[in-house]
């Protein structure tokens, strides 16, 4: 059920108007809403609407790429990025894995652990699981982060660990996340943990990092 707060953030977003969607996004966290909401209950919510649009003959690309980039916008606000630190918290490597071009869950992740101080490297979508490998190695990263939205990516989410391995990050820990990838288990993806949320993957992360040496 839509929360009645984000009925206008909703509408602005579905109608690409990105910005409205900005000034209603401004506009409710200055009433006392957290971002955290805005995004799962506001975004979240939006994206689901637009489901319809991306599976039956209505599909318009154009209107999709417009909700995508208004989503973009208000994330970047409620996130601002800012210059990523050199030396974070902790280095995370995040990518959508080849043959998957949807992007956004990833970036509003990314924000999001750049928002808590952690130093994250995104390779973009689309990525070869060679290229997510040897940057974990060569970054030093504590963890890698995998997103998924098409189920066809569930065979390559499987192999990462492999090439984690191959690369000698054999103790690297490996969460997943995205709509596909919730939908499993971390069992059945071979990961250490699937993220409901990209603020529920913060939180794993923030865990994970208060307990190491
Ligand atoms: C927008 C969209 C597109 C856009 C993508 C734009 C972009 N730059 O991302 C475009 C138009 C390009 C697109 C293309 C396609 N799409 Co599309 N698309 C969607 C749509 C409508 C929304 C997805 C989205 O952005 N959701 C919003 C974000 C914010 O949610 P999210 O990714 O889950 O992220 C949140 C969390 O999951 C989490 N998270 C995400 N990743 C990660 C990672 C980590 C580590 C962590 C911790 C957290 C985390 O953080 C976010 C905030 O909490 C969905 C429908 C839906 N309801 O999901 C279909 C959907 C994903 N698409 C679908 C399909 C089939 C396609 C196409 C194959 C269509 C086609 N026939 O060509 C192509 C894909 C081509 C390819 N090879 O990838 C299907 C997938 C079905 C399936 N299960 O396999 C869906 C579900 C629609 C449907 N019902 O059929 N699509």
Redesign the pocket.
């Known amino acids: 059920m839509l929360n009645p707060a984000m009925n206008q953030l909703v509408a602005s977003l579905l109608d690409g108007d990105h910005a409205a969607a900005l000034a209603e996004a401004r506009r409710l966290r200055a009433s006392g809403l957290a971002a955290e909401q805005i995004?799962?209950e506001g975004?979240?919510a939006a994206?689901?609407r637009?489901?319809d649009?991306?599976?039956v003959e209505s599909f318009n690309?154009l209107e999709?790429?417009l909700?995508?980039r208004a989503?973009s916008a208000v994330a970047n606000e409620l996130y601002p990025e800012g210059v990523p630190p050199a030396q974070g918290r902790a280095t995370f490597v995040?990518a959508t894995l080849e043959?998957?071009?949807?992007?956004?869950?990833?970036n509003?992740?990314k924000m999001v652990l750049i928002g808590k101080g952690y130093r994250v490297v995104d390779l973009g979508k689309d990525c070869p699981l060679a290229t997510l490998a040897n940057a974990a190695l060569r970054e030093h990263a504590q963890a890698v982060?995998?997103?998924g939205?098409?189920?066809?990516v569930i065979p390559q989410v499987r192999k990462v660990r492999a090439a984690l391995d191959e690369c000698g990050l054999a103790g690297i820990k490996l969460?997943?996340?995205?709509?596909?990838l919730?939908q499993s288990s971390a069992e059945a993806l071979n990961v250490d943990y699937v993220?409901e949320?990209?603020?529920?993957?913060?939180r794993y992360l923030d865990g994970l990092m208060r307990e190491a040496p």
């Open positions: 995004v799962t975004l979240e994206m689901r637009l489901d649009k991306c599976t690309l999709i790429m909700v995508g989503v995040i043959g998957d071009v949807h992007d956004l869950g990833k509003i992740a982060l995998v997103s939205l098409i189920t066809s969460v997943a996340g995205g709509a596909a919730k993220a949320t990209a603020f529920d993957g913060a």
